[in-house]
């Protein structure tokens, strides 16, 4: 009895979203994003918007919860964007979200690819080290660790504001700890990086940031440029001098030719 309602009631809700996809393959498929990037501290204020390449009247935002897919916002707005604002996110707005919009005339449109908003400062910060040093040799091997004394089963390695990397962390003496390894590195590794910590059971919920580490292969490099303009200026000078002595010889050569030649 109980599985054959479950049965009927999966029908019927199936049936159900194959309509609404149904209606929704007329309009072309949104784009959302988030003002000012997909990471925000807790506290601090975002802007989700939800763009067409049609008119169009209302617009919904849904977010991916234990449940499924559903319906947290909605703003009737005409024009081209849908405006979703949290004044001041907590780890409950972190996670996936998906915008449509509706048109009059058309009906509803495609649904947006999923944007991924995560919540930063929900737990203290990891550090970051560079090893063997920051301030490597292009060339040189790198590893940047990313460690925490508290537990975290994952660290995200960001490089000047980019996620760049995550892997699992693995426990150690002093905690737990992730290693993203650079094979012979060069000036396209200079940056600024940062590492996160989070929990694979809330893979939106992140730590602080690290302290930031600013990689500097170019120093190095520089370094090198340093020494090779030196050694071409000692073979130039070297160049000079020989010249010079030639010359010398040369003339000393020349003015004494005619003299031998009247005393001979
Ligand atoms: C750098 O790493 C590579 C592996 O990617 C290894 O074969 C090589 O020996 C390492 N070089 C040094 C100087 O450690």
């Avoid at 509706?102 to 509803?108: A, E, K, M, P, Q």
Wanted: proline residues 6%; glycine residues 10%.
């Amino acid at each position: 009895m109980t599985s054959a309602h479950s049965i009927l009631l999966c029908l019927g809700l199936c049936l159900c979203k194959g309509t609404r996809t149904q209606e929704a393959d007329g309009l072309p498929k949104p784009s959302l994003r988030a003002e000012n990037g997909s990471l925000v501290p807790q506290g601090g204020a975002v802007t989700l918007r939800c763009r067409a390449s049609w008119e169009a009247e209302e617009w919904w935002l849904e977010k991916d919860k234990a449940s499924g897919w559903e319906n947290v916002k909605s703003v009737r707005q005409a024009g081209h964007e849908g405006k979703f604002l949290f004044p001041s996110v907590t780890s409950s707005d972190a996670g996936p979200y998906r915008c449509l919009y509706r048109n009059s005339s058309s009906g509803l449109s495609k649904i947006s690819d999923s944007l991924k908003l995560v919540v930063t400062g929900l737990s203290p910060p990891p550090s970051l080290a560079a090893l063997p040093s920051s301030k490597p040799a292009p060339g040189q091997n790198v590893t940047l660790r990313c460690w925490s004394e508290g537990w975290y089963g994952w660290c995200v390695l960001h490089k000047d504001g980019e996620e760049i990397s995550r892997c699992r962390t693995r426990s150690h003496e002093r905690g737990y700890q992730a290693d993203f390894f650079f094979p012979a590195v060069n000036l396209t590794h200079d940056g600024t990086y940062r590492c996160y910590g989070f929990h694979s059971s809330s893979p939106y919920e992140w730590s602080s940031p690290s302290a930031p580490l600013v990689l500097r292969v170019s120093d190095a490099a520089a370094l090198d440029y340093t020494v090779g303009n030196l050694v071409r200026l000692i073979l130039a000078g070297l160049v000079l001098v020989l010249l010079g002595v030639l010359l010398i010889k040369h003339w000393k050569s020349s003015t004494g030719q005619p003299i031998q030649g009247v005393l001979g």
